[in-house]
């Protein structure tokens, strides 16, 4: 008996040449939200989606919806999709090989002449990387209530552009909000973006949940002073101070069974190679699957912090920015993903997932899962990323069958939502 | 029996208006070399000098000289001055007091109706700082024929404009060289920079040389990666890797008795907050007045900084990018600065210089010796940068009365090269 599957040259072709909009020098891609690569990746989507009979509809936060209508529009409908922005010198995949696979999945659909019980929705949502406006996944989160909007629209650059003045800039500010609640499923496809995947050999990751996430911004306030004339033991030194507390910060990660670490980016001021710096700033993030343990390693972080600063005669000023309690997903569309896998012939593998997604947002109001394949060396967040074109396909394959069977489901059935 | 004094009142003024040129609104100069900020001020001292009654001579590193004729000008003349460039965020007296004080030196003689047996020269020597063009001492070390000047034109800055085309934008690219040579003595008055004056309580330091100085460029290269997904034991952190590297280099610099030891830039790359760096550049600047304990620092430096780089899987380039040995001054300049100092009732401190100054350069080629006054809480580099006006005075008739006995040297004195 053959399996519908979905066109692997076609899938490529449309990687290929959306990755041409922010394209970096090193095969990667540097497309931050709101940012005319944004844009011009919006603009193509938007004409290939419409091109397959999609109907286009853009809310107040720029997310962008492309409906395949179903034969029962009264019903709740499938979403599926992710974001098309990067990160800086970001990867190909990450991202928005999760909205060109359900396009790739309405094109299926249409060459097989099938049209489904439910509406089937891919969606685009706005600023998930969250690097050039902070915190990320805006769009999702004020769709679901958990951000509000006029903030998010206050946000600033570092060159102090507003968010919702860039969003208008570029087109992408919709006049009214376009809400296809209930949703009946939500599946989100994406890079695994870690090497677990790769590493044991398997081709689908199915997460049961997401990690809890925590951000913190530190400020170090030490003495700037000149290089030479200043003794050792009369410095304030806040890259010392800085240093001393990264490498604990690290340590205490590796040492936890459950949790990582990352300290990303670092700020010195004046950052002049015969100045002893006066002001470090620095950003700390946090994961893991167990939030007490979570919680424990926050609170380890915090006093090395405290004590390194005392240590070394500088002051500090810890903020805990941004906050995300673990996502468990909704185990029987978890158990689906490993069904249609297994019907595909795919090796799968129960998972977490590190990274955090629009589905953090989603998995709150709708019952959702994911589904991963593998990053080539656990790279992601880097211009090196790659997934095989083999690979690409196959999670495209497993969601497309996820999405014949929910989008086929009919009235009356329904997923409780997960814990 | 009156002595000669500076006026306080003057030299205050020509003090705050050329603060104007770069001033920050923390009350410090951000006057980097070659800017029109530079330029700026550049005009405002060849104004006052002329008025002052000085020829001015541009060479072609933008140096500017200003002569004050003297009896016999076929005598070798006396020279002053230091540098009207600032560090960023930098300080109102670093450099610009010893050319102020110069011009305020030309004012007293010409109240006082005395014209000097030889001439006297005040310097600006261009882009002493190397903030924004590295190395610094540009234009002393063209000057002393240690630097080639075409490589010099050629160096960039982060924008990758030119110190060639940027001197020839502010206007000071001069025609010709104009050479003094050989000087019969050169007195560079600078601010200490440093706690020591301040600590015990004395008015004029004496240094008897600067400290050796060595400068690293160091490169770590790590693996980018997703800050979630990958595991804390299978990560290559390039900022893990430089924190554990700037805790030893600081703790090298504690342990010696001679040298201090400062990491002032630091430049991570994405330096994006869920993203684990790829990679971090960042500078070492080293000193000490002791060559052969220096040399031991730096290796110890050096050793560090590859054991590290092993024990968190990265890869390091480590470049000496600059080396100045130590200075001694010459020996009869030091005294004469004391004897004035004491006639003048100052109490005065023999110390070493921590910074390094245009003089390192001079020194090489002509009997040079410094005068130093006592910087508020040690801070220099710094927008707190202070010097109380009476210190300031104190340092001005301090030179004075060095430039009165050198600039009326007959005829067949000389004083012999430092060692």
């Not at 958990?146 to 003045?165: I, V």
């Not at 002001?279 to 919680?295: K, L």
Request: some cysteine; overall charge negative.
């Amino acid at each position: 008996m053959s399996i519908l599957k979905t066109d692997s040259e076609r899938l490529k072709r449309f990687l290929t040449e959306i990755a041409v909009f922010g394209a970096t020098e090193n095969g990667g891609v540097t497309r931050l939200a709101l940012t005319d690569e944004d844009r011009d990746a919006r603009n193509q989507l938007k004409a290939w989606f419409e091109e397959a009979g999609c109907e286009t509809h853009v809310d107040r936060m720029g997310n962008m919806f492309f409906v395949r209508p179903g034969r029962n529009r009264d019903l709740a409908p499938v979403l599926t999709g992710s974001h098309c922005d990067s990160q800086p010198q970001g990867g190909r995949f990450d991202g928005i090989l999760g909205i060109v696979a359900g396009l790739e999945v309405v094109c299926a659909l249409n060459d097989a002449g099938i049209t489904l019980e439910r509406d089937f929705i891919v969606v685009n949502w706005t600023n998930e990387e969250g690097s050039r406006f902070t915190p990320g996944t805006t769009g999702s989160g004020v769709f679901a209530g958990k951000l509000e909007r006029e903030a998010m629209y206050g946000l600033t650059d570092r060159n102090g552009l507003t968010f919702g003045a860039e969003l208008e800039r570029i087109g992408y500010k919709g006049v009214e909000d376009f809400d296809p609640r209930p949703l009946h499923a939500n599946f989100e496809y994406h890079i695994e973006q870690g090497p677990v995947l790769e590493r044991q050999g398997k081709t689908i990751g199915v997460p049961k949940g997401i990690v809890c996430l925590r951000w913190y911004d530190v400020d170090i306030k030490g003495v700037p002073n000149h290089a030479g004339p200043t003794p050792m033991n009369e410095r304030q030194d806040a890259v010392y101070a800085f240093s001393k507390m990264a490498v604990n910060i690290f340590e205490i990660g590796l040492a936890s069974n459950d949790v990582v670490t990352t300290v990303g980016e670092v700020h010195p001021q004046p950052n002049s190679r015969n100045v002893i710096a006066g002001d470090v700033h620095f950003t700390i993030d946090i994961r893991g699957w167990d939030e007490t343990e979570t919680d424990r390693v926050c609170s380890e972080v915090e006093e090395a912090i405290r004590k390194n600063a005392e240590a070394t005669g500088c002051s500090v000023d810890i903020r805990q920015t941004w906050a995300v309690e673990r996502a468990p997903f909704q185990p029987e569309l978890v158990e689906l993903i490993h069904e249609k896998a297994g019907e595909l012939g795919l090796p799968a593998l129960d998972m977490v997932s590190g990274a955090s997604h629009d589905t953090v947002y989603i998995n709150q109001f709708a019952p959702s899962a994911m589904i991963f394949v593998p990053s080539i060396g656990g790279r992601s967040h880097a211009e090196v990323e790659e997934t095989s074109w083999a690979d690409c396909t196959a999670g495209a394959d497993t969601l497309l069958h996820c999405i014949l069977k929910t989008g086929n489901d009919p009235e009356g059935v329904t997923y409780a939502m997960a814990d």
